[in-house]
């Protein structure tokens, strides 16, 4: 099969759906041919093109600015099939842009809702969204909670959306040495039992409340409370918290692995992959009761309600508590997690788009 991913314009940082789309056509493309879609002038698709290369795919650059695109889709003029070639399917992740791809081969790889869900604290969708998903043959999402929340926002029948999950870099997420755990805690000055928690500057990633919550946790043994990400500025405010700013990828599992367990505090996401790498690595979770997060974790976790602090300090000191618990939940991470590699994922995403071609 040949697809064209088009994920818009990317560079600096990589995390999220854009980390998740690169696994996903690295996995796909191991059996099938992939090739990067990108349109606007080359000078300003340097770091786009280094990430592109580093990952070893085909880049198919329309050298048009968005808007002359924009202009051109609504005049009727196919721009973007000039260079394309022939192909079986083109994914676009996002609604970023409608593109003028024939209908029977046009997907929409859609992760989430939250333009929609909260529009005044997230970028909104563009206003022309439902018109770009009446112009897809298939919406491609990652859980069933995206997948119900794409039909409650959009006018799309159900069994027009379908479910590729998000996996796990099992190569990098994994149980570590001690001698390895050693370094990177030595590094970061981790010689304390932590809790690690991804960062984020997206209010729904509800990191003030978890600071909220662990400066009033008064428990024996409390143990530290690990940010990377973005960088915060609690840090001087909060005795035990610690923020490290953005890691190396060789970094991150590192310090997951490391961890007591792993806190996931958001009250919105299409997936929540952290909970997977945690599991990967041997970390019992501690997350938030709302959205995709108990379906990911499947029941192994100890959830908590996200807008309330006194049911999450009180998760937390369980948590930290009851070993059996946190041994338990290791145990059955290592069993669920194995259903998720981005091989399997890939050959998920090959029988959707297949069956997809067997229908037309």
């Known amino acids: 099969m ?13 995390f999220g759906m854009t980390y998740a789309t690169l696994e996903l056509m690295k996995s796909f493309k191991a059996s099938n041919e992939v090739i990067n879609f990108v349109a606007g002038r080359k000078r300003n698709l340097i ?5 592109m290369a580093n990952y070893s795919f085909g880049v198919s650059v329309c050298p048009f600015p968005k808007k002359i695109l924009k202009l051109s889709n609504m005049l009727g003029f196919a721009v973007e099939n000039k260079f394309l070639g022939d192909y079986d399917y083109f994914i676009q992740v996002g609604l970023h842009q409608k593109r003028n791809i024939p209908k029977e081969k046009y997907v929409l790889f859609v992760h989430d809702t939250v333009g929609m869900r909260y529009p005044d604290l997230e970028a909104p969708f563009p206003d022309n969204a ?3 998903i009446d112009s897809a043959c298939l919406i491609l999402t990652v859980s069933e909670f995206s997948r119900v929340e794409i039909c409650h926002y959009f006018d799309v029948d159900f069994d027009k959306v379908e479910v590729v999950p998000n996996g796990c870099d099992f190569s990098r997420f994994k149980s570590y040495e001690k001698e390895e755990l050693d370094k990177i805690r030595k590094k970061y000055s981790l010689e304390k039992p932590y809790l690690v928690c991804y960062g984020g500057k997206s209010p729904r990633k509800n990191i003030d409340f978890l600071i909220e919550g662990y400066k009033k946790l008064d428990i024996k043994n409390k143990p530290e409370l690990v940010l990377f990400g973005q960088k915060i500025n609690h840090e001087n405010d909060v ?6 700013g953005y890691l190396s990828d060789d970094e991150v599992p590192k ?9 996931f505090p958001s009250y919105y996401e299409g997936f929540g992959l952290p909970i997977l790498e945690a599991f990967s690595c041997g970390v019992p979770v501690i997350c938030s009761n709302q959205a995709s997060l108990p379906e990911v974790s499947q029941g192994n976790a100890v959830y908590f309600d996200p807008f309330d602090v006194d049911d999450l300090i009180q998760k937390i000191n369980l948590f930290v508590s009851d070993q059996k618990l946190r041994s338990d939940l290791v145990e059955n991470g290592y069993k669920l997690v194995g259903d998720f590699s981005w091989q399997k994922m890939a050959g998920k995403l090959f029988d959707v ?6 229908e037309t």
Not at 239 to 244: Q, T, V
Not at 353 to 358: I, M, Y
């Open 353 to 358: 788009l297949n069956d997809k071609k067997e």
């Open 239 to 244: 005795c035990g918290l610690r923020s490290l």
């Open 47 to 51: 770091g786009h093109a280094e990430i």
């Open 130 to 132: 439902q018109q770009i």
């Open 255 to 263: 310090v997951l692995a490391g961890a007591m367990g792993m806190v």
């Open 2 to 14: 040949k697809i064209y991913f088009d994920i818009d314009v990317i560079g600096g940082q990589i």
